[in-house]
Nanobody, 114 residues
Framework: QVQLVESGGGLVQAGGSLRLSCAAS????????MGWYRQALGKQRELVAT???????NYVDSVKGRFTISRDNGKNTVHLQMNSLKPENTAVYYC????????WGQGTQITVSS
């Protein structure tokens, strides 16, 4: 069983920064990809950023240049540094791990006030 524990969510003013972290534990043999997704109220869950085991990253266009994903392979941890936050970034952010199958965290709320 794999557990994902997210931290770092909260309330921030527009233009501010937050850093999300996700730590994976359990029976993990080979992680292919870790990343962050978000779901705003009334909308579908969408990709924010992912990083592969080889270090390749992928971002949704709307966060490029503002968000940075990083991964500590030795600690099975992924981080998302979010700068210049906007009210439209308000959502529940979910950590995802793919290691032959998908695992999801419980989500952490990010609220950006204008």
């Amino acid at each position: 069983q794999v557990q994902l524990v997210e931290s770092g969510g909260g309330l921030v003013q527009a233009g501010g920064s937050l850093r999300l972290s996700c730590a994976a534990s359990g029976s993990i043999f080979s992680i292919n990809l870790m990343g962050w997704y978000r779901q705003a109220l009334g909308k579908q869950r969408e990709l924010v950023a992912t990083v592969t085991s080889g270090g390749s990253t992928n971002y949704v266009d709307s966060v490029k240049g503002r968000f940075t994903i990083s991964r500590d392979n030795g600690k099975n941890t992924v981080h998302l540094q979010m700068n210049s936050l906007k009210p439209e970034n308000t959502a529940v952010y979910y950590c995802r791990l793919f290691a032959g199958q998908n695992f999801w965290g419980q989500g952490t709320q990010i609220t950006v006030s204008s």
